[in-house]
């Protein structure tokens, strides 16, 4: 307990999300706040009564936290944590009602609206959460509805509406709206914490508008930039490397959003993973955990890779396989354990071969949409990014960035210090087989 207290002690008092774990550290509970700080004490008051928050305090072992730059970012990563770890107090402390979600019609015009079911609902074209609340969950749709209006209606009705008239509603009712396909785009965008592209698209949108001298079109998409960007802005009184790694975080993000199919919303924790073999009989594997650009590493693993001699098939896979074959025991063993906090990023040192070993075992948990892989070759330094379309790898981009490039910096330390860390697992394991020490 007295770590958990050091632990409550140290949180900042800013925006982000809460984790709260057992004393198996397995995830029971997930919370967003404005304050950190604030709403953590807030649970060890003397005076809460509530007999659900009680049950919860007294299995509280253990806490971690992601640090966001927005309200709106909080929301939207505790829905995504809620998702892949399925907490049993979310659900507990909700008096057994079902999670709320956010649902986009297959209309010609589609709608928003909150839903409690949608696998139930028909003519859905996407969902987005869960959110732990419905006063959360009108809050984002009132964020996105003042930056893009949408039509919210059930049923068209023949004439404009009041939120057409106070212009939340482009009214499809009585406009023929060849733009409201672009805004819909924008929204799922938004949606999936693609935050940083849309700015970037809505740039240049604006800029074509000023060279068509339609200024006052121009005007209202540089608004909807400078919404977008209110969301998101939170850097003022961080200390000068916590803003650099921010900035690095920030352009990776970018990098996998252009490249990848996942968005991962922030980050805060990368994982780097490395094989090691020089012979047959001693296969060994390492996990590395960068949080905030700094090693962790109470959160580093070993991993001894076992093969059945005996059995044919373990050996075809250890004499043609061995890397690939580790890799997704390495990763198939560590998601078996949640309590380790997922990370935002996984980064192999390898490619291709390896990355599918790793995908696969991300399949395996359902994981694969959630948490993008990139792969990192010695040779060139060449980034490798999995082309992810409906749960399979449909092709892949290589990316070489500049040497000088401070993510191509970050992801290469992050790969040589997983690399390292297997090779001295190695020779540990070696010098042992050898002198029997």
């Known amino acids: 307990m007295d770590s958990l207290k050091e632990k409550r002690i140290q949180l900042p008092n800013k925006p982000g999300v809460y984790i709260y774990k057992d004393k198996n550290k397995k995830v029971i509970y997930i919370g967003k706040a404005l304050s950190l700080k604030k709403r953590v004490a807030s649970y060890f008051y003397k005076g809460v009564k509530d007999k659900k928050t009680l049950q919860l305090i007294s299995q509280i072992d253990d806490l971690d936290h992601i640090v966001v730059m927005s309200e709106f970012e909080a929301l939207l990563l505790e829905a995504k944590l809620i998702k892949q770890y399925q907490p049993k107090f979310n659900v507990d402390l909700k008096d057994n009602k079902r999670y709320i979600y956010i649902a986009l019609t297959r209309e010609k015009y589609p709608r928003l609206f909150i839903v409690r079911r949608p696998e139930i609902e028909r003519k859905l074209l996407d969902w987005y959460g869960p959110f732990p609340s419905s006063r959360d969950t009108r809050e984002v749709l009132k964020i996105i509805r003042n930056i893009f209006p949408f039509r919210s209606c059930g049923i068209l009705p023949h004439s404009p509406c009041l939120f057409s008239h106070i212009h939340l509603c482009p009214a499809p009712c009585v406009n023929d709206l060849k733009e409201y396909k672009n805004t819909i785009s924008k929204i799922r965008k938004l949606l999936s914490g693609q935050t940083s592209k849309i700015i970037r698209e809505l740039k240049q949108e604006m800029k074509i508008f000023s060279e ?82 700094i090693p962790d590493k109470n959160n580093y693993r070993k991993f001894k890779i076992n093969f059945d001699f005996n059995h044919k098939n373990s050996r075809k896979n250890l004499d043609i396989q061995s890397d690939t074959e580790s890799m997704y025991q390495i990763l198939k063993r560590r998601l078996n354990h949640p309590e380790w906090i997922y990370p935002q990023i996984i980064l192999l040192d390898g490619g291709k071969g390896q990355i599918s070993s790793a995908f696969k075992a991300l399949k395996e948990k359902n994981l694969h949409d959630q948490i993008p892989i990139l792969g990192l070759t010695k040779r060139n330094e060449t980034i490798i990014i999995p082309q992810i379309e409906k749960g399979e790898i449909k092709k892949w981009k290589s990316v070489n960035l500049s040497k000088n490039s401070r993510v191509l910096k970050l992801l290469q330390r992050i790969r040589d210090e997983s690399h390292r860390f297997a090779q001295n697992y190695y020779k540990t394991l070696h010098r042992k087989s050898i002198l029997g020490i």
């Open 212 to 293: 068509m001298d339609n200024f006052e079109k121009a005007q209202e998409i540089k608004m909807q930039i400078i919404a977008l960007e209110n969301i998101t802005r939170g850097w003022k009184n961080i200390p000068k490397d916590r803003i650099d790694i921010e900035k690095i975080h920030s352009r990776l993000k970018k990098f996998i959003i252009r490249y990848s199919t996942i968005d991962p919303i922030t980050i805060t924790k990368i994982e780097g993973y490395d094989v090691s073999n020089l012979g047959k009989k001693i296969i060994v594997g390492s996990m590395v955990a960068f949080t905030k650009g």
